[in-house]
C-alpha cells in the first residue's frame, strides 16, 4: 500500500528559528513529489520536486528530493509568525493518483 | 494566479437532505479532483476526472457522486446526507504538463456540517 510519512506531527519553535520538516514515502511507480501550505482554508502549491539532489528554492523556503532513500525536506529559515500553518507532503504516482501525509503543524512564537 | 471556486464556503443541513457541492475553474484544465479532509488529518481522494465524461472514484470509498459535463465544471452530489459526511471537502485542477509532472490548484472548500 503506497504511503506517505511527515514528521514531526507538530513543531513550535520561536521566531528566526530555522526548521526542517520530513517526509518519507514507500509507493510504486513515484512520480513527483509535491509540498504545500496550508492555513485556514485550502492548500496552496510551495514546490514539486522530481528529481534527486536539485534544491528548489523560494524565498526563505527550500526544498530537496532524495529519491534512493525515498525521502524530502522541506526547511524554513528565519521562521516568521506567518510560517504558521500546516505543512503537507503529497506523492504522485502513475495513473496521476496523489498520496498525501498527515501533515507538520508548524507553529512560531513571536 | 489559478482561478477556482468552490460554492458553498460554509454549509449546515439536516440529515437526509439531498446536496451538491459546486467547484468550478475558468483555467481550462482537463483534469479536476476532489479531496474530503476531516479536521488534523490527511487529504483523501475521492473523485477525479480528466476531462468531460470522464470521472473515477478515489483511494477513499465515498457515498458522493461527481459528473463532468462541462470542462469547467465538477460538481459533487450527496443524495441523503448523514452526520459522517461531516468534513471540509476540497476541489482541484490541474494544468496541462508532461505527464506525471503536474501542479494542483485547490479551491478555498467547502466545510460541511450534517446534523
Known amino acids: 500500500e503506497d504511503k506517505v510519512v511527515q514528521s514531526p506531527l507538530s513543531l513550535v519553535v520561536h521566531e528566526g528559528d530555522t526548521v526542517t520538516l520530513n517526509c518519507s514515502y514507500e509507493?510504486?511507480?513515484?512520480?513527483?513529489l509535491l509540498w504545500y501550505k496550508q492555513e485556514k482554508k485550502a492548500p496552496t502549491f510551495l514546490f514539486m520536486l522530481?528529481?534527486?539532489?536539485i534544491e528548489k528554492k523560494s524565498g526563505r523556503l527550500s526544498s530537496i528530493l532524495d529519491k534512493k532513500e525515498l525521502f524530502s525536506i522541506l526547511n524554513i529559515t528565519a521562521t516568521q509568525t506567518g510560517d504558521s500553518a500546516i505543512y503537507l507532503c503529497a506523492v504522485v504516482v502513475e495513473g496521476d493518483k496523489i498520496i498525501f501525509g498527515k501533515g507538520t503543524r508548524l507553529h512560531i512564537l513571536p | 494566479e489559478a482561478d477556482i471556486y468552490q460554492t458553498p464556503r460554509y454549509l449546515v443541513i439536516g440529515t437526509g437532505k439531498k446536496i451538491t457541492l459546486e467547484c468550478s475553474q475558468t483555467m481550462g484544465h482537463d483534469k479536476m479532483y476532489w479531496y474530503q479532509q476531516d479536521p488534523g488529518m490527511e487529504l483523501h481522494l475521492i473523485h477525479y476526472s480528466y476531462g468531460v465524461n470522464s470521472t473515477e472514484k478515489g483511494d477513499l470509498s465515498s457515498e458522493s457522486t461527481v459528473s463532468r459535463i462541462r470542462t469547467e465544471h465538477f460538481p459533487l452530489t450527496l443524495e441523503s446526507a448523514r452526520p459522517s459526511h461531516t468534513s471540509q471537502y476540497l476541489c482541484?485542477?490541474?494544468?496541462?504538463?508532461?505527464?506525471?509532472?503536474?501542479?494542483?490548484?485547490f479551491g478555498p472548500g467547502t466545510r460541511l456540517l450534517v446534523l
Open positions: 522530481t528529481s534527486s539532489g
Open positions: 509507493v510504486t511507480n513515484f512520480r513527483s
Open positions: 482541484a485542477s490541474s494544468e496541462p504538463g508532461t505527464t506525471y509532472q503536474e501542479t494542483q490548484y
